[in-house]
């Protein structure tokens, strides 16, 4: 991605491939956009501030593509701040949407808005992992969050549980090993998941004590699945991020043939970017379309993927435009964007 005085990128924390552009949301809560084919810097939608056509913060931001233009989720005020794909200044409206414990939003073509939320220990726990509001702008929960030990303190049950592929939108629930489909408000299961390590049952969890604190270490120890943190959906495949992912791999469901794949571990011997050259997985992977995943890697990966083709000078990559964009990227720039097309 082009760097330039108007646009430098720490970390991404979303990208959503609209047309013929990249929408890049980053850490810093700034929004970006960039030509989806030469990468070249177009514009800025919104700015931080308390002004009208301003935000104070972001929680997430969803695409509209009936009316195109591109929402900001607000939790604190909780606010809808809309802008066109131009940048600007649409509105900005209050609402009473519980989104005190809100984390990410993920909105279909015909206008359901799922709403995924934090797992809480603190003195009014959320209840749902998820709100979700019709089109008409009705409210309902879905998904009661167990009985759960917490510290006081909350934390989201995954980053991006939910994607939006035309009018529906698929999710996974809490510590469940089924995929799920939302449709006009219902609610379809679509995939059961056959895994070799178990989530942790109901009893298990209240033994635990405080689950944020004790999960991941089940699960590093291999005793239980700690869950998935990351779902991203195209026309042929579904692709399922663990929260520790460097253990776990990745799950991927061809959609097709409704069968599944697991892409193991990887290692210090075999690293994630050696895979990602060979085209054995798609790492660090922030959003996907209908016909495309994209991953974005920061400094320290553009410098090991470059170590890794300048040390070793017979490596075939799986696709030579992958390696030139590595070899001439800056790591001292904006990430770079490597989009894969099926």
Request: hydrophobic fraction near 35%; include cysteine; glycine fraction near 8%.
């Amino acid at each position: 991605l082009e760097i330039n005085s108007e646009c430098t990128i720490g970390n991404i924390r979303k990208i959503l491939s609209i047309e013929d552009e990249l929408i890049v949301l980053t850490k810093e809560d700034e929004i970006f956009c960039f030509d989806k084919v030469t990468g070249k810097f177009l514009r800025q939608i919104g700015q931080r501030g308390e002004g009208p056509g301003e935000y104070i913060s972001i929680m997430d931001i969803y695409y509209n593509g009936k009316d195109k233009t591109i929402n900001i989720i607000s939790r604190i005020p909780a606010q809808f701040i809309t802008y066109t794909l131009q940048g600007d200044f649409i509105k900005k409206e209050s609402t009473d949407i519980p989104l005190e414990y809100a984390w990410g939003a993920t909105r279909s073509s015909d206008g359901w808005l799922m709403i995924s939320n934090e797992l809480s220990g603190c003195a009014t726990p959320s209840e749902y992992a998820f709100t979700v509001v019709s089109p008409s702008g009705e409210q309902s929960s879905l998904d009661r969050f167990p009985s759960v030990g917490m510290g006081n303190y909350s934390t989201p049950f995954a980053g991006e549980p939910a994607v939006a592929i035309g009018e529906k939108i698929t999710f996974f629930k809490f510590l469940n090993d089924t995929i799920f489909v939302m449709k006009n408000g219902g609610v379809t299961p679509v995939y059961h998941l056959e895994m070799k390590k178990k989530f942790p049952k109901s009893e298990i969890l209240d033994q635990m004590g405080d689950f944020g604190m004790t999960s991941m270490r089940l699960d590093v120890r291999g005793e239980y699945f700690s869950g998935f943190d990351k779902i991203f959906e195209t026309e042929q495949y579904i692709v399922l991020i663990p929260k520790i992912e460097y253990v776990n791999g990745q799950f991927w469901i061809d959609k097709e043939t409704s069968r599944g794949y697991h892409f193991s571990e990887t290692s210090e011997v075999k690293p994630i970017v050696t895979m990602m050259l060979k085209g054995e997985i798609v790492p660090y992977v922030y959003g996907s379309g209908k016909e495309e995943l994209i991953s974005s890697f920061e400094e320290s990966c553009i410098n090991e993927t470059k170590e890794v083709l300048a040390d070793t000078p017979d490596f075939i990559p799986f696709n030579e435009k992958v390696a030139e964009v590595f070899e001439n990227a800056d790591p001292n720039g904006n990430p770079v964007v490597v989009i894969y097309e099926h």
